[in-house]
């Protein structure tokens, strides 16, 4: 059998990568590898096995760079890069142009990459999977209840100036949004909480690094019955969700937050609610095991098979 190696960084800071994107990636695709003729494993840090094909994950990139890559192309491997959301400046161009297949993880990476490497570098779509430990839960549906699932510091709050305190805010905003902390892989006890919201807030502050998101919390939300809110200058809400998506809305000021989750709660049962409700349960669709598993096995070079 060929060896099928998921390849992650050293770094301790990109452990949540890590797990999600390599170690329950590959435990997800494993059989349907060993009945392509691969044994798939997770390794950190410079390849070992020769005559390999690697699944790149972004921490990998980002520790090793090019001189990985092509310490991996030395050996006779086979590179499917997996970027997630790098930046794709040219240093990122250098690492594509090193690979069999070039893997995008949301909508509109995939356009993206299609337009960038298509005619250099066979692109591929994969789904990002949801959390394996993440339970089977549908939420309530008793009355409207909003959160914000991630990290806080990524949420966008109605701050009135930016050197204000922070705390003080995010207490405030509490009170229309619960914040639920969802950044620690370590602690995934906030799964607990999805059965008790109905509406999940996606409003997030854009970073000057960030590059193509999965749309991640889109699909927790789908898998809980949940219906989102979403900015309407988020590319990829719009790309799954479409732009007549009755909840997308302008925010230029604190105000036009506060007013759009009122907007929403006004709506609960309505039209707009069920209308909404429809559009995100299909991508339920889209997040399911069974389909990343079709999308990864699609991905892999028809040349790579066992030897």
Not at 38 to 64: C, E, H, I, M
Not at 137 to 143: A, G, I, L, S, T
Not at 218 to 231: D, K, L, N, P, S
Not at 273 to 278: C, D, F, G, Q
Request: aromatic share 12%; net charge neutral.
């Amino acid at each position: 059998m060929r060896e099928f190696v998921f390849l992650a960084g050293a770094q301790s800071s990109h452990f949540g990568s890590v797990h999600l994107r390599a170690i329950q990636l590959e435990k997800l695709v494993r059989e349907g590898l060993r009945q392509r003729g691969f044994k798939s494993s997770v390794a950190r840090g410079l390849p070992q096995q020769a005559d390999a094909t690697y699944f790149v994950t972004k921490s990998f990139a980002l520790d090793f760079g090019i001189a990985g890559f092509e310490a991996i192309v030395a050996a006779g491997g086979r590179i499917i890069f997996d970027p997630l959301d790098m930046g794709t400046d040219e240093g990122f161009r250098n690492l594509a142009l090193r690979s069999t297949c070039l893997v995008a993880s949301s909508l509109t990476q995939l356009d993206h990459f299609s337009d960038a490497f298509g005619g250099e570098v066979r692109v591929a779509f994969i789904p990002h999977h949801l959390d394996m430990r993440m339970p089977e839960v549908r939420c309530q549906n008793d009355d409207f209840r909003i959160a914000y699932f991630g990290a806080p510091s990524n949420a966008l709050l109605p701050r009135k100036r930016k050197w204000f305190n922070l705390i003080n805010w995010r207490r405030r905003f509490t009170n229309i949004c619960d914040v639920i902390d969802a950044s620690n892989y370590d602690e995934p006890g906030w799964m607990r909480q999805l059965a008790y919201y109905n509406c999940h807030y996606l409003f997030r502050q854009r970073q000057d690094f960030d590059g193509f998101k999965p749309f991640l919390k889109g699909y927790v939300a789908a898998r809980c019955g949940a219906v989102v809110m979403a900015q309407r200058d988020d590319a990829e809400a719009v790309a799954n969700l479409g732009a007549d998506y009755p909840y997308l809305f302008d925010i230029k000021r604190g105000r036009d937050i506060v007013d759009s989750i009122a907007f929403v709660s006004a709506s609960f049962g309505s039209q707009n609610w069920n209308i909404a409700h429809e559009k995100v349960a299909h991508l339920r669709e889209q997040c399911r095991e069974d389909r990343v598993i079709e999308a990864f096995l699609k991905a892999i070079p028809r040349d790579a098979g066992a030897a």
